[in-house]
């Protein structure tokens, strides 16, 4: 069980980096194992990934999430119902340069170890990163 937080700088002014991040349609664009998010009934999601865990053969699998869009402070939070408790916040706040974004990821989860879920935070933030900058050109 744990908290996890970080940040990164993605080069994309707040307002457009909101925007893309707040379109639940593009989670699988930075996501890796995320192949699909269909948003339904206000703030439900339905998401499709891709796992491939150790001790068991990949597939995919499909469950519900929610994702709560707050646009004063431009600010996501989300989660997933179940055992592990996941859920988390997304915090975008003005970089260096009206250019620039810090973009702050704070996780809770029972789930996994410390090492693994930090990796995949990092991967995460990695990939939001390149997916929006992509994206802004």
């Known amino acids: 069980m744990g908290d996890y937080n970080d940040t990164i700088t993605v080069t994309v002014a707040p307002d457009r980096l909101f925007a893309y991040l707040a379109d639940v349609e593009n989670l699988p ?7 699909s998010a269909r948003p339904h009934g206000g ?3 339905t998401v499709t990934a891709h796992i491939d865990p150790p001790d068991a053969p990949e597939k995919d699998v499909t469950s519900e999430a929610w994702i709560h869009v707050i646009e004063d402070g431009k600010t996501l ?8 408790d ?3 916040r997304l ?5 260096d340069d009206a250019a620039t974004s810090r973009l702050t990821v704070q996780l809770h989860t029972d789930s996994t170890e410390g090492a693994q879920v930090d990796h995949g935070l990092e991967e995460a933030l990695r990939g939001i990163k390149n997916a929006a900058e992509a994206a802004d050109r």
């Open 29 to 35: 664009a930075y996501l890796p194992r995320l192949t």
């Open 91 to 95: 915090q975008i706040d003005p970089g």
């Open 86 to 88: 996941y859920h988390g």
């Open 43 to 45: 703030d439900q999601v």
């Open 77 to 84: 939070e989300w989660g997933a119902p179940g055992e592990h």
